[in-house]
């Protein structure tokens, strides 16, 4: 079952009404949550980052190696988000993504993240 799926059931609520992704993401990504990096060839790296503040508009991200904050707006997550199920089945490298987002380790994990929980 694909995150789609699984985000769609989830999302439904009472007389088919539906929510949005981002609301989603809003009620499931509290501050202090740490997320593991993950891709599809190597699975979990050894490293983490924090989520520190999700709104309307942004995530943003704690990462240990990173210089400062990394905040990804929530179109860049939205682009991403929309390919997700073709890169789980190797339709896209993460190479396309690193070309579409300079964030692209931080939206696969917490993409993964997501399909780990709705599970």
């Not at 769609?8 to 202090?32: E, I, V």
């Not at 990394?70 to 789980?88: L, M, N």
């Not at 692209?104 to 917490?110: F, M, R």
């Amino acid at each position: 079952m694909s995150i789609f799926t699984n985000i769609h059931n989830l999302f439904t609520g009472k007389g088919g009404q539906m929510f949005t992704y981002w609301d989603t993401l809003q009620k499931k990504l509290k501050p202090g949550i740490n997320i593991r990096n993950w891709t599809i060839l190597k699975g979990y790296l050894g490293d983490s980052f924090q989520l520190s503040h999700v709104d309307q508009n942004e995530i943003v991200i704690q990462s240990p190696k990173a210089k400062s904050l990394q905040r990804i707006s929530r179109d860049e997550f939205e682009k991403i988000a929309e390919i997700w199920p073709a890169y789980k089945a190797g339709c896209v490298q993460r190479q396309q993504i690193r070309e579409m987002t300079f964030h692209s380790k931080y939206i696969l994990s917490i993409l993964h993240w997501l399909d780990e929980i709705i599970k």
